[in-house]
């Protein structure tokens, strides 16, 4: 099964997804691939779809969410 028909399933079946609502995806750039299969299968499901990806930097560990992000929840 492609990964994104996975996650479109993950999707429809687990968050009960409908056309017209819209997900925030947040990733980081060392997973952004498990992050594009869901915005492709929410972009499939008719989903306002944005996608944060947030870069991972060696020995920076994050106590709090980028302030960019916050505005945008």
């Known amino acids: 099964m492609e990964p994104k028909v996975a996650a479109s399933n993950a999707l429809e079946a687990v968050?009960?997804?409908?056309?017209?609502?819209?997900?925030?995806?947040?990733?980081?750039?060392?997973?952004?691939?498990?992050a594009d299969a869901f915005a492709e299968g929410a972009i499939e499901l008719g989903l306002w779809?944005?996608?944060?990806?947030?870069?991972?930097?060696?020995n920076v560990y994050r106590v709090s969410p980028p302030h960019h992000l916050v505005e945008m929840i």
């Open 15 to 34: 968050l009960e997804a409908k056309p017209g609502e819209s997900i925030l995806i947040v990733t980081d750039d060392v997973r952004k691939d498990v």
């Open 49 to 58: 779809t944005r996608m944060i990806v947030l870069d991972t930097e060696e």
